[in-house]
Structures are given as C-alpha cells and as structure tokens.
C-alpha cells in the first residue's frame, strides 16, 4: 500500500496507541493505522484506539491534518458481528468514537482500499475526505444483517449523494466501486498510485487550501438535489416484491426520510430507534447467524490442520447436459480450463451452445464484460474421447442417475485419469461408495453435489465416501471457494443433507391435505413464511412424473398418483396440483379439489381448517427431526451446516435461519411435544438437548 519512503516514515514516528492503533506524522499530517485482521473490523480495541489516536491528533500541535489508514486486506469492514451478541462493556461506544472523529476541527482524510463496508464507511463518513484506490470498493451492506446503517450513514450518506442514491445503496446493500463512488462524489479523490501518500498530499492540499473543512453532517448538496415527494413512496412502490417479508428495508427508508426532514441531531435519534428495532429482531439473529455459518462450513475438525490440497489446474466435465454444462461454468469463470466430454456430437454441441448462451446472458446484464466471455469461452475444450481426461487434476461425472452407468464410467475413469487425479461424481443421492468401489482408488473418489443451476446456486455438497483420503476432502472443501461454492460436507446416505431435508416436508404436506387444507392453501402459508414457492406449486414447476411417479407400479394410491395417472403432471401439461393458462399463470383446479376431498373422504379424517401458522409447524416439525437425526448419524458437522444448506440450496427464507435455527425460537420442549402430538418420534438427540437447556442451531459447540 505505501511506498517505501513514506511507510517507513511512518513506521519510524510511528507510536503505539494500542495493540491495534499506531499514532505517526509525516511532517505536519498524523496518520493514524488500524492494524486489526482479519478485517480491522470495528471491535472494542479498535474503538479504543480510535478514540485515543482522534484525541491525540487533536492535540498535537504539530499535527495541522489527519489521516485514517488501515493495514492489511481492506479497510473497515464494518462493525464486529461477532460482539453484536457479546459487546466488549469496557471500549467506547461506536457512536461516541465516530463523533469524536466527526469533531476533529483539523482536515480528516480516510484512506481507503479493499472494502470500506458499514460502520467502516460510515467511520470515512465522519472524516471530512475520502480518498481511496481504484479497486477500493465502498457501501452500507447491514440490510444483508436484517440491520440498517446504525452508526450516522443514513444521515451522512443522502447529504453527500441524495436521498435516491443513498436508498438504493442501502437497501440492495451492494458496495459501490471506487469510480462511480467518486462520481456521485462520495470518493473525493481515486488514488492510482500509493494510497498512503496520496492520503496525505491531499491532506496537505486541504491545509494549504485554507478553507475550513466541512463536516459532511453540515453538507447539504445531496439534500439539494431535486426529488420530489413522492420520491419516498415510488420508492416503497418499486421495491414493495423485494422488501416482502423484510423489515429492515423500511426502516431504512424511514430512516433516509428522516434525513431530509430533520435536523442532523433528530436524524439520527431517529436513525438510532429504527437501528433498535431491528437490532431486536429475530429477523436479524437470523441473519447474522448465517452470516458466521456460512463462514463455517468450510471448517471439517477431523481433519488433520495442515492437510495439503492437491492442485486443481485442469478439470474435466463428464456429461454436457444440464448440471455438466453448468458445473463446467463454475470453473472456467474461475479461470480454470475445461475439458467437457460427450458421448455424441449433438449433446455436446447442446452443451456448449448453453454455456455460451449463459455467458451472453451475464454479458447483457452487465455482469461480465466481452474479454471475460471471450476468456472463459476459450477454456472450454469440448471432446468426445474420455481418453482427453488423461491430464485432468480433477474430473466430475455428471451424467444420467444410473448406478451402473455410473459405474462403468468410473471404471474406465480408473483407466484413464492420471494418478492424484481426483474423481467426483455428482450424483444427487446414489451411494458414493459404491460408485467409489468401480475403481482401483476409492481414496480419490468423493462426491460434489451441485445444486440446479450449477452455474447460480451457491450451495456444493462435499460427500465424502468411507475410503475418500483426508486431503481429497481438504481439496473439495478449498476448491468450493475458488468457484464461489458455499461448500457442507456431508456422509453418505440417502439424499445426502438438503434432499433428506426436504423430503419430510413434502410427505408432510402431501398427508396435510388429507387433513383439511387445499394444496393452495398449504402452498399460500409456505410463501407467506418466505419460500418463494409452495411444495405443491414447486411439484407442478418440476415435473409430477419425474418425482418417482411409475407409471407400472402406479396404483391410484395417492393424490399424486392420480393425478399422474390422469396426464396432469404438472405445468407442461398446464395441469397438475393447479390448473394452467396458456402463460402458466396457476389457478386452484376444482379437479384437484375434487380428488383431495375423496382421499379426505377415504381417509375417514375430519377435515378441518388450519391457520397458516399450524400449517408452517406441521411441515417444518418433521424437517426438524430429520435433521437431528443427520446431525446423530454423523452426516452432516453441524446443525448450522443443515440450515446453510437449505437456504443455498433450496432457497429456504434466510429471514428464518433455517429450520434448526427455528426450532430454537420456538424452543425444543415444544418442538418434541409437538413432534409427539402429531405421531412422530423425537429424535433422541432432541431430548437430550432440550433436558440439558441447550440450543439446537449451534450444535454441536466444539465444531
Ligand atoms: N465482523 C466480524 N468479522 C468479520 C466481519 C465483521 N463485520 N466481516 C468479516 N469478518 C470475518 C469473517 O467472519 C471471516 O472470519 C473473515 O473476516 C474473512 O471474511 C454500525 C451495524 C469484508 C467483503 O456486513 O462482507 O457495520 O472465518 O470470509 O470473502 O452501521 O467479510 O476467517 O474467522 O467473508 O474476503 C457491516 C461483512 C457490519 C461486512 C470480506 N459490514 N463482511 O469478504 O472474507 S454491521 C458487513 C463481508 C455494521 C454499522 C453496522 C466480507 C468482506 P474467519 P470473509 P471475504
């Protein structure tokens, strides 16, 4: 970050302030170093050492401008999450520090690189200026934690960039690069070449200027800007499908309406009430619980540290259907070449007209730029010779959910593949080891479970077969990163984790309906919980008869059946569980209805009515189950693992936290009772946690 001279002028003034805080000057500019890794996230010592640096500077009267600069990968990245449940009682609060800094009557400048991200961005809120390097990014990503910028930004920010801007950047919550945050004038300076001395010639620039430095909450150019009234409720208006089920977007929105109505002080009492509100939240708990879970997956405690990792510098992709052109995508955007390999011309060609038609599709969004296209396209080498394999790291089967074909093909594989290669399949439930078992070398096969589309979902199931060697496992879980994968690593069994979890929740709600709801209804009440779809509508979208419906063994036993049996499988046949008009558009079918009463009638139940509520718990309580079960039979690491997996894989709510984080809010005690009351066995590890007082989403503790 900072050339040679300039770093060790400041290493030789530099004084410690604490262990996190050095205190320098390089002639008549104080710089000030945060030096806290991994992310000099705004912990209690690094509040501290702000509080005393900012205090120092003030009163060194040498000292006649101030720089704020961090050492390591980025800059603030924002309050610490982890003290959000545990703050350290003896640091200064965030806000007195950040008004000490907003008090400083000398010129402040905030040095930026890497990313300057919540109470990070809002810290360079408080300095007078901002610089920062080209690849610098900055934003306000708390709607991600169900939060909003606590710490001034929905005060500070509108004043700079306008209430318009500042609303989108807060609630899509997605940082903005260093360019366009210098044209909207929240960057006053991109610094090309060392940050660290650009930081301070524009400190110097500032003092020799002679004007007064502003402090942006007495900034008013973003308020200036021409919006109309109406801006506040367009805005709630255009994004009313997005915020559904989300509580902080609007206190965001009430938060930047403040702004432009109040006074700087009442802005941010307001600002601090609505931050409260959502700080309480479960909806927030939720999210910053993922928000570490998802960082803990990688994390596998029987495996030995230090664990190598074999390189992955070739991968080869066998089947171009659907999931293989897919996962090919993943690693030729992650730089890595392709050998993609068909058995018939025409399914390759398939393959890869669909994975440039995916590339073009990311080029029009904007989400790639055409050198990129052309680079990944250019690492797809497409074949019909497995032989090509032969100088493959890494090579995954991702052909039609056969046993035997599988296995065939992983024995000629064995034939083929270099030694070290790795071999995966991605095979969605078929057992691992017994695919493992058609090869010489059991210990380099493993499972990579990739999620439909490969390309987008972000969830790899890692499945590790009982002869899969340690650094194979070590290998897939490092590579996860490399392709943006979140990776959970899984025994085997059927359905390894996210499909085992689902299923209970689909035979639960095919039994609900014999009970009194519609399919409508069921699916009426998952939406309003925050799936996207309901299980029935998500029947119909996939397909009735490719749901283990046979047409030879069929007999008119359930619902589905039935309805299989009379050539309604769903939207391609614009029937299923609904009815279907020419668009898809769903409608409840007076056919379905007839069907569910007579099972009802068969099933000599008493219909009845169910709230929306009994309907969630009735398919959630077997999820819950059956995830403590994965969690006793050693499948899956952790309970946290199991609730990743269902919002990367199955767009379970993330506002819920996943089912085992459900059960705890609901608390175990009542989950078994419940459990008990609708005929189903507690898994024993339930009771257990539940006689001990312990919770269910962060078992086990020592993971
Ligand atoms: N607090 C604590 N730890 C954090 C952290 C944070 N804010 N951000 C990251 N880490 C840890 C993370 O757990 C991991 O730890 C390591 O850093 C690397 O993270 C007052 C209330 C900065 C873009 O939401 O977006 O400020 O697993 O694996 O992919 O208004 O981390 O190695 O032990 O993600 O390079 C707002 C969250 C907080 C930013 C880097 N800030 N962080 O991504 O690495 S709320 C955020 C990120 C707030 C104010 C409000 C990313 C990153 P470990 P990583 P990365």
């Given at each position: 970050m900072a050339s040679g001279q300039t770093l060790d002028a400041v290493r030789e003034s530099a004084q410690s302030i604490n262990d996190v805080t050095t205190y320098a000057r390089v002639g008549t500019v104080a710089v000030i170093t945060i030096d806290s890794p991994p992310v000099n996230a705004l912990g209690g010592a690094v509040r501290r050492g702000l509080m005393d640096a900012f205090a120092r500077a003030a009163d060194d009267s040498e000292a006649h401008a101030v720089v704020l600069a961090c050492a390591g990968r980025t800059f603030i990245a924002g309050a610490d999450i982890r003290e959000f449940d545990a703050p350290d009682p003896d640091a200064p609060d965030l806000l007195d520090v950040l008004a000490r800094i907003d008090a400083c009557p000398k010129p402040t400048v905030a040095a930026i690189h890497g990313t300057a991200l919540g109470g990070g961005l809002e810290t360079a809120l408080c300095c007078h200026y901002r610089v920062a390097t080209p690849s610098a990014k900055v934003g306000l990503p708390e709607v991600a934690l169900?939060?909003?910028?606590?710490?001034?930004g929905t005060q500070r920010l509108p004043r700079i960039v306008g209430a318009q801007t500042a609303l989108e950047m807060m609630v899509l919550g997605k940082p903005v690069a260093a360019a366009p945050a210098h044209e909207i004038g929240l960057i006053d300076t991109i610094v090309e070449g060392d940050l660290l001395e650009g930081a301070i010639a524009f400190a110097r620039n500032a003092v020799l200027s002679g004007a007064p430095p502003v402090p942006v909450r007495e900034r008013s150019e973003g308020l200036s800007l021409p919006h109309d009234a109406e801006l506040f409720a367009r805005f709630r208006a255009d994004n009313a499908r997005a915020f559904k089920g989300y509580q902080a977007p609007e206190n965001i929105v009430r938060a930047v309406e403040a702004a432009v109505t109040l006074p700087f002080e009442a802005g941010m009492r307001r600002e601090a009430e609505l931050f409260q509100e959502l700080f309480a939240s479960r909806q927030s708990a939720a999210l910053r619980y993922l928000f570490f879970a998802e960082r803990q997956?990688?994390?596998?405690?029987?495996?030995?540290?230090?664990t190598p990792k074999r390189p992955i510098a070739k991968v080869g992709v066998i089947g171009a259907g659907t999931m293989g052109s897919g996962i090919a995508m993943n690693f030729l955007s992650a730089g890595i070449p392709v050998t993609l390999v068909e058995q018939e011309d025409a399914a390759l060609e398939r393959g890869v007209a669909a994975i440039r038609r995916n590339y073009e599709i990311s080029l029009k969004k904007g989400k790639l730029t055409p050198a990129t296209l052309d680079a990944c396209t250019e690492r797809l080498h497409p074949s019909l010779?497995?032989?090509?394999?032969?100088?493959?790291?890494l090579i995954i089967e991702a052909v039609f959910e056969k046993m035997t074909l599988k296995q065939e093909i992983f024995a000629r594989l064995d034939g083929i593949a270099r030694p070290g290669a790795i071999l995966a399949t991605n095979t969605s439930f078929l057992d691992i080891n017994a695919i493992a078992a058609a090869t010489s070398r059991p210990g380099d096969v493993i499972g990579l479970h990739f999620f439909s589309p490969a390309n987008v979902m972000r969830l790899l199931e890692v499945v590790r077969g009982s002869a899969t060697r340690p650094d194979v496992v070590a290998t897939a879980m490092g590579l996860a990163r490399t392709i943006a994968k979140i990776p959970v690593l899984s025994g085997v069994c059927d359905g390894f984790i996210a499909n085992r979890m689902m299923t209970p929740r689909m035979d639960a709600a095919q039994a609900l309906i014999l009970e009194g709801p519609l399919p409508w209804e069921v699916d009426k009440a998952m939406v309003a919980y925050?799936?996207?779809?309901?299980p029935f509508a998500m029947l119909d979208l996939v397909g009735l008869d490719v749901i283990g419906w046979d047409p030879a063994t069929s007999t008119s036993s359930t619902v589905t059946q039935v309805l299989c049996e009379t050539g309604r499988w769903g939207q391609k046949r614009q029937a299923g569980f609904y009815d279907y008009d020419a668009t898809r558009r769903p409608s409840p079918s007076p056919v379905t209805e007839a069907l569910v009463r007579e099972f009802q009638f068969r099933a000599e139940t008493q219909p009845r009515l169910f709230s929306g509520e009994e309907i969630v718990e009735r398919l959630l309580l077997p999820v819950v189950n059956e995830g403590a079960r994965i969690l006793e039979e050693g499948i899956a690491l952790r309970a946290s693992d199991i609730d990743v997996a269902l919002v990367m894989g199955y767009g379970w709510p993330p506002v819920t936290g996943g089912p085992m984080f459900w059960a705890d809010t609901v608390g175990l005690e009542k989950i078994i009772a419940r459990l008990e009351a609708i005929g189903e066995t507690p898994a024993p590890l339930l009771r257990r946690l539940a006689d001990d007082g312990a919770a269910l989403h962060t078992w086990p503790a020592t993971a």
């Amino acid at each position: 970050m900072a050339s040679g001279q300039t770093l060790d002028a400041v290493r030789e003034s530099a004084q410690s302030i604490n262990d996190v805080t050095t205190y320098a000057r390089v002639g008549t500019v104080a710089v000030i170093t945060i030096d806290s890794p991994p992310v000099n996230a705004l912990g209690g010592a690094v509040r501290r050492g702000l509080m005393d640096a900012f205090a120092r500077a003030a009163d060194d009267s040498e000292a006649h401008a101030v720089v704020l600069a961090c050492a390591g990968r980025t800059f603030i990245a924002g309050a610490d999450i982890r003290e959000f449940d545990a703050p350290d009682p003896d640091a200064p609060d965030l806000l007195d520090v950040l008004a000490r800094i907003d008090a400083c009557p000398k010129p402040t400048v905030a040095a930026i690189h890497g990313t300057a991200l919540g109470g990070g961005l809002e810290t360079a809120l408080c300095c007078h200026y901002r610089v920062a390097t080209p690849s610098a990014k900055v934003g306000l990503p708390e709607v991600a934690l169900g939060l909003l910028p606590g710490a001034g930004g929905t005060q500070r920010l509108p004043r700079i960039v306008g209430a318009q801007t500042a609303l989108e950047m807060m609630v899509l919550g997605k940082p903005v690069a260093a360019a366009p945050a210098h044209e909207i004038g929240l960057i006053d300076t991109i610094v090309e070449g060392d940050l660290l001395e650009g930081a301070i010639a524009f400190a110097r620039n500032a003092v020799l200027s002679g004007a007064p430095p502003v402090p942006v909450r007495e900034r008013s150019e973003g308020l200036s800007l021409p919006h109309d009234a109406e801006l506040f409720a367009r805005f709630r208006a255009d994004n009313a499908r997005a915020f559904k089920g989300y509580q902080a977007p609007e206190n965001i929105v009430r938060a930047v309406e403040a702004a432009v109505t109040l006074p700087f002080e009442a802005g941010m009492r307001r600002e601090a009430e609505l931050f409260q509100e959502l700080f309480a939240s479960r909806q927030s708990a939720a999210l910053r619980y993922l928000f570490f879970a998802e960082r803990q997956t990688a994390r596998v405690p029987d495996l030995p540290t230090g664990t190598p990792k074999r390189p992955i510098a070739k991968v080869g992709v066998i089947g171009a259907g659907t999931m293989g052109s897919g996962i090919a995508m993943n690693f030729l955007s992650a730089g890595i070449p392709v050998t993609l390999v068909e058995q018939e011309d025409a399914a390759l060609e398939r393959g890869v007209a669909a994975i440039r038609r995916n590339y073009e599709i990311s080029l029009k969004k904007g989400k790639l730029t055409p050198a990129t296209l052309d680079a990944c396209t250019e690492r797809l080498h497409p074949s019909l010779d497995m032989a090509d394999l032969c100088e493959a790291d890494l090579i995954i089967e991702a052909v039609f959910e056969k046993m035997t074909l599988k296995q065939e093909i992983f024995a000629r594989l064995d034939g083929i593949a270099r030694p070290g290669a790795i071999l995966a399949t991605n095979t969605s439930f078929l057992d691992i080891n017994a695919i493992a078992a058609a090869t010489s070398r059991p210990g380099d096969v493993i499972g990579l479970h990739f999620f439909s589309p490969a390309n987008v979902m972000r969830l790899l199931e890692v499945v590790r077969g009982s002869a899969t060697r340690p650094d194979v496992v070590a290998t897939a879980m490092g590579l996860a990163r490399t392709i943006a994968k979140i990776p959970v690593l899984s025994g085997v069994c059927d359905g390894f984790i996210a499909n085992r979890m689902m299923t209970p929740r689909m035979d639960a709600a095919q039994a609900l309906i014999l009970e009194g709801p519609l399919p409508w209804e069921v699916d009426k009440a998952m939406v309003a919980y925050g799936f996207a779809m309901g299980p029935f509508a998500m029947l119909d979208l996939v397909g009735l008869d490719v749901i283990g419906w046979d047409p030879a063994t069929s007999t008119s036993s359930t619902v589905t059946q039935v309805l299989c049996e009379t050539g309604r499988w769903g939207q391609k046949r614009q029937a299923g569980f609904y009815d279907y008009d020419a668009t898809r558009r769903p409608s409840p079918s007076p056919v379905t209805e007839a069907l569910v009463r007579e099972f009802q009638f068969r099933a000599e139940t008493q219909p009845r009515l169910f709230s929306g509520e009994e309907i969630v718990e009735r398919l959630l309580l077997p999820v819950v189950n059956e995830g403590a079960r994965i969690l006793e039979e050693g499948i899956a690491l952790r309970a946290s693992d199991i609730d990743v997996a269902l919002v990367m894989g199955y767009g379970w709510p993330p506002v819920t936290g996943g089912p085992m984080f459900w059960a705890d809010t609901v608390g175990l005690e009542k989950i078994i009772a419940r459990l008990e009351a609708i005929g189903e066995t507690p898994a024993p590890l339930l009771r257990r946690l539940a006689d001990d007082g312990a919770a269910l989403h962060t078992w086990p503790a020592t993971a």
